[in-house]
């Protein structure tokens, strides 16, 4: 069942212990957006749940939810911001923020957070210190469509017309850009997006982001508006899930309202929710 408002979408933080690596959600607030069910409207609330990732010597963040969106997205998507992304990385002892900034891909809930506006009304990088990773198929598409509010445009703008670095995965320091932590691209919702999967000594944790936003997800189901290809993504998020449960990974779902995180299990009528 769906939270009735956005004061019901959990937003206490996931805190995974793999074995050598450590698996946090980050609080990256909530949004709704509007949706037709028996003829009549309904608002959908949905969480924003950026990771990040710990093991010895470096911090991964895997996405940064929606920061300083413009009014337009603000008002469409209901937006509820959270206590600053930056200001939760310090509690959990990285004031400078993380070494990696893993963009999934560019769509503004999940890339927006890199930029922070400043009193000048310019934007800069939220952190300064991090390298910025993500695909280059999902740059190249996101400079020609202006996605995310032209999230491309402006993070170059930041960089100084600099560039990120680009994950194209045909090399083994880009499949795992630091011990356990494996980089996949996985086709349909849009043509860069990333899945991480943190492997510990004792467990793992799959982060699909958008691929399984949910765990409605876990059952076949077609994504007519949000995947660019959706019996594409259909096809990937069953071979992804399929694998997954086999290993008994954990799950984290940015986008769940009532279930941040949980493990998977094959049964014989597919894949299932264990517990957390």
């Known amino acids: 069942m769906l939270p009735n408002g956005p004061e019901a979408v959990v937003r206490e933080p996931v805190d995974l212990d793999l074995g050598g690596l450590r698996v946090r959600s980050l609080d990256g607030g909530v949004l709704g957006f509007t949706a037709k069910v028996a003829d009549r409207e309904i608002v959908i609330w949905l969480a924003a749940r950026p990771a990040l990732i710990q093991g010895s010597g470096f911090s991964v963040l895997v996405d940064a939810g929606f920061g300083p969106a413009d009014p337009t997205r603000r008002e469409k ?27 999934t891909h560019l769509h503004f809930d999940h890339a927006g957070g890199a930029l922070r506006a400043t009193e000048r009304g310019e934007e800069t990088l939220r952190f300064p210190k991090a390298e910025i990773a993500l695909h280059r198929a999902e740059w190249d598409a996101a400079l020609a469509d202006g996605r995310g509010s032209h999230q491309a445009a402006r993070i170059a703008k930041a960089l100084g017309g600099q560039v990120p670095r680009f994950l194209d995965l045909s090399q083994p320091s880009d499949q795992e850009p630091f011990p356990g932590i494996q980089v996949e691209l996985v086709e349909g919702h849009t043509e860069g997006l990333l899945m991480i999967r943190a492997q510990g000594s004792r467990s793992a944790c799959l982060i699909p982001t958008d691929l399984v936003p949910t765990r409605r997800f876990l059952a076949p189901r077609l994504d007519k508006i949000a995947d660019q290809n959706p019996e594409l993504a259909l096809q990937t998020r069953q071979r992804v899930l399929d694998a997954a449960a086999a290993r008994s990974d954990h799950i984290l779902f940015y986008h769940d309202p009532a279930v941040p995180s949980a493990k998977l299990q094959s049964t014989p009528d597919g894949v299932r929710l264990t517990g957390s």
């Open 77 to 103: 998507f209901r937006l509820q911001d959270p206590r600053p992304i930056d200001e939760q990385l310090a509690d959990l002892g990285l004031p400078a923020g993380p070494d990696l900034l893993l963009l």
